[in-house]
């Protein structure tokens, strides 16, 4: 398993993308892609096509959970958990 750890603007931007990436009864996520990043914004498109934007601390951490997501995406890897604490959200993978 590969966790890794992002860093938020305040709690609930951490809850927020959390809460996007947590397991469905299906045992994936309601992630369908990026749309962009403004910043230290990345805009998150779900499955049902809506767009949400999530801050990030910094610029360069938005690029990192930008590629992160990406991959998971590209190389449909499995996002099995996904948990927040202050600031911090930990998406693990298989």
Do not use: P, W
Not at 40 to 61: F, Q
């Amino acid at each position: 398993m590969n966790v890794e750890k992002f860093e938020c603007e305040d709690k609930y931007e951490a809850e927020k993308l959390a809460g996007f990436l947590a397991l469905q009864e299906d045992s994936g996520t309601f992630l369908h892609g990026i749309a962009a990043i403004v910043q230290n914004e990345v805009v998150i498109i779900l499955k049902d096509k809506s767009s949400h934007s999530v801050i990030m601390k910094d610029h360069s951490t938005a690029i990192r959970l930008k590629s992160f997501l990406e991959d998971v995406l590209v190389h449909k890897q499995r996002i099995s958990g996904c948990n927040f604490e202050d600031y911090m959200t930990e998406i693990t993978i298989r």
